[in-house]
């Protein structure tokens, strides 16, 4: 089983930069997609974007052109870069290894707020 979590969180001003940080344990990390996710209050959780283990990107469509994500094989890390924040931006952010299915493992979740 893959452990995770999450860091970086916090309170930022809109247009403002945070970049978040997702350690994971376990085997096979390399191969294994990893993805953020975020939940804001009253909605459903709503992907972010996604990378695979050889480095294959897929963002979703609110946050294209201003969030960046990446990954460190060797150290087991995932990244997300996230520039221009704004107030929809607001939510809670999860780390996901080895997809949104069954076999997938979530962090705790970190609170990222942008206020405006």
């Known amino acids: 089983q893959v452990q995770v979590v999450e860091s970086g969180g916090g309170l930022v001003q809109a247009g403002g930069s945070l970049r978040l940080s997702c350690a994971a344990s376990?085997?096979?990390?390399?191969?294994?997609?990893m993805g953020w996710y975020r939940q804001a209050p009253g909605k459903a959780r709503e992907l972010v974007a996604t990378?695979?283990?050889?480095?294959?990107?897929n963002y979703g469509d609110s946050v294209k052109g201003r969030f960046t994500i990446s990954r460190d094989n060797a150290k087991k890390m995932g990244y997300l870069q996230m520039n221009s924040l704004k107030p929809e931006d607001t939510a809670v952010y999860y780390c996901?290894?080895?997809?949104?299915?069954?076999?997938?493992?979530w962090g705790q979740g970190t609170q990222v707020t942008v206020s405006s």
């Open positions: 376990g085997s096979f990390f390399s191969i294994r997609i």
């Open positions: 990378i695979t283990g050889g480095g294959s990107t």
């Open positions: 996901n290894v080895g997809g949104y299915g069954p076999g997938g493992s």
